[in-house]
């Protein structure tokens, strides 16, 4: 591999001090009287010998890495992997690059990488926060490191936050059940977390099925159990309670409900998922969706990062944004 050119080699090269060469590099030239023919000097060499910049020593020097780290649950989920995408190009034309990676709901992953990232000196992260982070992030906040939840926000950490709609959202989803598929009996599966959005999605179901004076049917699943162990609960759940219609709080736990359909033949086709889902079109039955806005919750979130790290923002700004249903 090619030995990586120094400013200290472009200086030598030219025969002119390092400070000269760094002030024309940092756009300087003018502030510090260097010459019109001196500053395009090196600028043309720089530009004939392709130099690059060492990131690495340029952040050291500035105190800014220009990159940002998202962490998410798991990226290989549609939603988070969707949204990381347009977050990242968004993030791109501001002139940041995104690092970001998998917490898989693990407290002491989700530490581990908040440190790694904050070592990295990055100028601010990005985070869909799994429990027990609370403090870490307050310190990040205390050390007046940018900062925005998405998702799901934590009751014990204030700072900026952008999240979908989930009650209304979930109860909008229920009350097309009863109103569009005529519904009679619809259960409602979800995680036996306690994050904000599911609470929240859960609470919007209740609130639609209480309106109609309808029986309350919830199933809570364990996502640490095996596929078989949760398609065999959903079988159960469905044909236990007699249900003729489904919502579900993610769109994982919709995949799997629709294999338990499949697998044991079950006679419901009145499904809708919270989170779209390639596939739910093309399935029978198919699975209505209350979709997020994938990239106005990607843009609220970069413009506020951004914004925090230019000090453009002067008060917390918490942003609800509507959901979208489809309806199949």
Do not use: W
Request: glycine share 4%; hydrophobic share 40%; aromatic share 6%.
């Amino acid at each position: 591999m090619k030995k990586r050119l120094s400013i200290s080699d472009i200086a030598n090269n030219l025969g002119v001090s390092v400070t000269t060469v760094s002030f024309i590099l940092n756009g300087k030239a003018k502030e510090k009287r260097i010459s019109d023919a001196l500053a395009k000097r090196v600028l043309d060499y720089v530009k004939k010998v392709d130099y690059k910049p060492n990131q690495l020593a340029k952040s050291l020097r500035t105190g800014k890495s220009k990159s940002i780290g998202l962490l998410v649950e798991d990226i290989s989920n549609p939603f988070f992997a969707n949204i990381a995408d347009r977050i990242e190009k968004l993030a791109y034309d501001h002139g940041y690059h995104i690092i970001y990676c998998s917490m898989k709901n693990d407290e002491q992953r989700a530490k581990e990488l908040i440190q790694l990232f904050y070592d990295r000196q990055i100028d601010g992260f990005i985070i869909a926060p799994t429990e027990g982070l609370s403090d870490v992030i307050n310190n990040l906040l205390k050390s007046s490191v940018p900062v925005v939840l998405f998702d799901r926000p934590l009751a014990d950490v204030d700072t900026h936050t952008v999240i979908s709609e989930n009650v209304e959202g979930a109860y909008q989803g229920t009350m097309f059940l009863l109103e569009q598929k005529n519904a009679k009996r619809i259960g409602f599966v979800t995680t036996n977390s306690i994050q904000s959005q599911m609470k929240g999605r859960l609470e919007g179901y209740m609130k639609a099925v209480d309106n109609v004076g309808m029986d309350l049917l919830v199933k809570k699943i364990n996502p640490a159990q095996t596929e078989e162990e949760v398609v065999s609960q959903l079988k159960d759940f469905i044909s236990d309670n007699k249900l003729d219609a489904v919502l579900f709080a993610t769109n994982y736990l919709a995949i799997n409900g629709l294999k338990a359909i499949k697998q044991y033949q079950l006679e419901v086709d009145k499904l809708i998922s919270f989170d779209e889902n390639t596939t739910f079109g093309l399935v029978n039955p198919p699975v209505s969706a209350i979709s997020q806005n994938i990239q106005e919750i990607a843009q609220e979130v970069v413009r506020i990062l951004v914004n925090q790290i230019h000090g453009k923002l002067d008060k917390i700004e918490k942003v609800v944004i509507p959901c979208n249903l489809i309806a199949r």
